[in-house]
């Protein structure tokens, strides 16, 4: 079994595939910025605290700053870049916008991902639930309130409603 | 923050990792979902020569019920065990406690072999590995063992394990009769580390006496630790709110918690006693709704 100081991966990202032959030592945020020039997946606080890098991999929410991309090999990533279809938004793209869900917009699209995993599981979330289910993602602006409010409304407007209470 | 280099070993099958583990032996470190040691690697707490990368391996994320046991394998996420059924009916206590760890994103990653191998003194599982009396399954290429919970955890990130073994598995009772459990974390902000967490396991019989009793305690000391004193003052005593407050008091006996930037030495005693007490409590009506439910 040989030690490798380079490594060759291959991920499907936003639907496109890519191969790198790269570090061992890469994380998978560095890999998503640096290498496919995707700069909407943030470095926050790099400790895996803050949850600005979060990503899409293998259908679950991930803090990618806290993965080696080696570890991505053979996977399927969504990022932030990938949600529009034929230039129309995300249902929780269009919450955020509808709501006010964002000031700064550094946190936005870990937050973003984060409640794209959560109500795919969860259609119908409490607020509590909601809330709960951010608890890996830091806002420093908005205080959270609208945020959770766009949560409540995308998820409204995936189940098929208007969006609107 | 960039890790520090390292040479990459990606074993195809478990006999394989094994074999690695025991010619790399210290100057290797395995890594799963990644969640203790890359962060570790980033503050250069640990810069191992080799990582041994298991988290593809098959056959290693799985519950099962087995002879009254219920078996987990050491690749199983927070998550998995979070949501499973089987738990849910046959051991809430690890699923609940599986839900308080860290965020949704660190339980989609991280593994039960992967947090009970690095041992944080203050980690949510070894609360209710002591509280289960659970055993921790080593393998090597010299064969299998199976540890004790109260034989694993030697002190702050140091376990029983030995440089050349993986943890593979992990075994906690399927519950039976009219039992109750609960995981009490106390934190003060989302997502944090326990400054006390209490786990408890109460079985009751129809005479409402209190047949069986595992309380298990972390973030209290150098380990997790099993709360003796507590135990021996539930069992044969009625099911009572009064018997629990009784029990309850004992939680801080031969408790030295440690004092840090959260919470101080003293603080921590007399919120053993609380989180217990919580833990008992809610513990306790599980069981007797449990009754209830089959009386």
Sequence with gaps: ?165 | MYPPRFSLIVPSTLDEALEILSKYGENAKVLAGGHSLIPLMKLRLASPKYIVYIGKLQGLSYIREEAGRIHIGALTTHATIESSDLLAKRNPLLSETASRIGDLQVRNMGTIGGSLAHADPAADYPAAMMALNAEIVAKSIRGERVIKASDFFKGPFTTALRSDELLVEVRIPALNGFFGTAYEKLVFRAMDFAIVGVAAMLEIDKTGTIVKAGVGLTGVGSTAVRAKGVEEELIGKPASIDTIVKASARASENLNPPSDIRASSEYRRAMAVVMTRRALSRALEAAKARMKGQG
């Design chain 1, 1 to 165: 079994m040989e030690a490798l100081e380079k490594v060759r991966i291959t991920v499907k990202v936003n639907g496109k595939i890519y191969t790198h032959d790269i570090d061992p030592r890469l994380l998978l945020v560095h890999y998503i910025r640096d290498y496919l020039g995707l700069t909407g997946t943030h470095v926050g606080c790099d400790t895996s605290n803050c949850g600005a890098c979060t990503v899409i991999l293998n259908g679950k929410a991930v803090k990618s700053c806290t993965l080696y991309a080696f570890m991505a090999d053979g996977g399927e990533i969504l990022t932030v870049e990938g949600l529009e279809k034929d230039g129309k938004l995300h249902p929780i793209q269009e919450a955020f916008w509808e709501n006010h869900a964002l000031q700064c917009g550094f946190c936005t699209p870990g937050m973003i991902m984060t409640l794209y995993d959560f109500l795919s599981r969860n259609p119908r979330p409490t607020e509590e639930e909601v809330r709960r289910a951010i608890e890996g993602n830091l806002c420093r602006c908005t205080g959270y309130q609208n945020i959770v409010k766009a949560a409540l409304w995308a998820a409204e407007r995936m189940r098929g409603g208007g969006g609107d209470e």
